[in-house]
């Protein structure tokens, strides 16, 4: 079992930067596939960000290509979402997102294939 618990959220101006940070719990940390995901009001979640056991790896949605940054720190069981160049569409109730997997350099996309979810932190980006 792990627990997932979301900080950094806020509201920040257009072309501003903000760091979200998940912290797990469990001693296995290391061997989870990350993600963070997003959900404006009235659309589904969507995918941003993914990365495998260690910063070598990483996945992310078209949308946030060169301006969002995933990583993570294994001795603190966390990861981070380094957000800049921040834009009102971004906008969206942020989550990060746990799988146990054997395959290192993997990264997920899809929501179905993950199987912890912290309770979300709120991102709001005033134009």
């Known amino acids: 079992q792990v627990q997932l618990v979301e900080s950094g959220g806020g509201l920040v101006q257009a072309g501003g930067s903000l760091r979200l940070s998940c912290a797990a719990s469990?001693?296995?940390?290391?061997?989870?596939?990350m993600g963070w995901f997003r959900q404006a009001p009235g659309k589904e979640r969507e995918f941003v960000a993914a990365?495998?056991?260690?910063?070598?790896?990483?996945y992310y949605a078209d949308s946030v290509k060169g301006r969002f940054t995933v990583s993570r720190d294994n001795a603190k069981n966390t990861v981070y979402l380094q957000m800049n160049s921040l834009k009102p569409e971004d906008t969206a109730v942020y989550y990060c997102a746990a799988k146990l997997t054997t395959w290192a350099t993997r990264t997920y996309a899809s929501l179905s294939d993950y199987d912890y979810w912290g309770q979300g932190t709120q991102v709001t980006v005033s134009s």
């Open positions: 469990g001693r296995t940390f290391s061997t989870y596939a």
């Open positions: 990365i495998g056991w260690s910063n070598s790896y990483t």
